[in-house]
């Protein structure tokens, strides 16, 4: 995920959004003054109907309609005696992250007090750790607009391709720098009510357009934006799908690419693509299964890719530590098994946030506390969250088949608003 932004990719609804955004109010029109009563002379005889008109009947009343339910809260304050696993859980494995979190939320005024206490906490003393949290937290659980309190729990990790600097032998998969022509426009800085949002495209004239998608850029290239190139095209096509990774160059050096930009076209998932076609089943729309869908299917592989019309552009990093996770959308390295990506539109970024659900394609419990420091454009709602496997080792296989339901209970400073 890694510091995808939240983007309007299509100019025409944004179009229409900003002209909602613009139009004046309408003025309210004059009422009708009620005219007097005109005088009718008195009538002659007796009024009959007649008798193919029956008297008219005052129209039926509809039923009374019950009064709609009241939109469940968003965060419902609960103890910590209500979290499932709390008192299992090593919170100590969790502290690197949350200080990795202070280091940007100990400017924010809700935050400021907890950050600055948790620099006298013993990070090796697991009690102390515990009694941090629950002496200066309150945990709210999380449901959606309709009261659902669970949700999808995916993973991601960080990919490791080979390559190199000049195009030769079998790097011939180009990873782009961010193109001269992409333009992002912050529309909060216009706009408040439209924090966050950014979008994207090109100038043609003095007019914005969409900029290119995903097989437009195959097709047509960015001739001179090649960062590297890599020797696996389905390898490249995951990178982007994870937001970052590491690329061993043919000189032996590794580097980190990092996320730069993005197209500004909406993120499709491929697997659920292929389920809609009857290719796989839910449950074999893994990255493993995908995987083997596209060797089995080599021909139509850029027809796959092409259902996601989003497109990721990447900026190159020195790698001094390999411990060291990529950073997130929040600025601070991610922590395997302890960084989760979230909705910011529901969700504060940085936040605690205790995670219950089960390990990948498994119904063993994983209940423990993560921090909420990245984004990702496959993350929209407010039970969501892609759960950071780390790089290396079993973290590409857990994160293709962590497909899980889960609930979540972010923690907030006692006293600070929801």
Known sequence: MFSTSRSVPALLTLAALLAACTTTPPQPQPQPQPKPPVKMPPPVGPITVPPSQPPAQPPAQPPAQPPAPPAAPLFTPVSFAALPGWRQ???RQAW???????????????????CAAAKSVDAADSAAVRRFFETNFVPNQVRAADGADTGLITGYYEPFLRGARKRGGANQTPLYKVPDDLITVDLGSVYPNLKGMRLRGRLVGKTVVPYASRADIERARIPGKE???VDDPVEAFFLEVQGSGRVQLDDGETVRVAYADQ????????????VEQGELTSAEATAQGIKAWIAAHPARRQELFNVNPSYIFFREERLPDPSVGPKGALGVPLTPTRSVAIDPAFLPLGAPIFLSTTEPASEVPMQRLVMGQDTGGAIRGAVRADFFFGFGGQAPDNAGRMKQRGQLWVLLPRGATP
Request: charged share 20%; aromatic share 14%.
């Open 96 to 114: 690197p992250a949350f200080q990795a979190s202070c280091r940007v939320l100990a400017n924010k005024a809700d935050w400021k007090t907890v």
């Open 89 to 91: 859980d090593d919170v």
């Open 263 to 274: 197209n500004g076209h909406p993120y499709k998932a491929i697997g659920r693509w292929l």
């Open 227 to 229: 960062l590297l190139w």
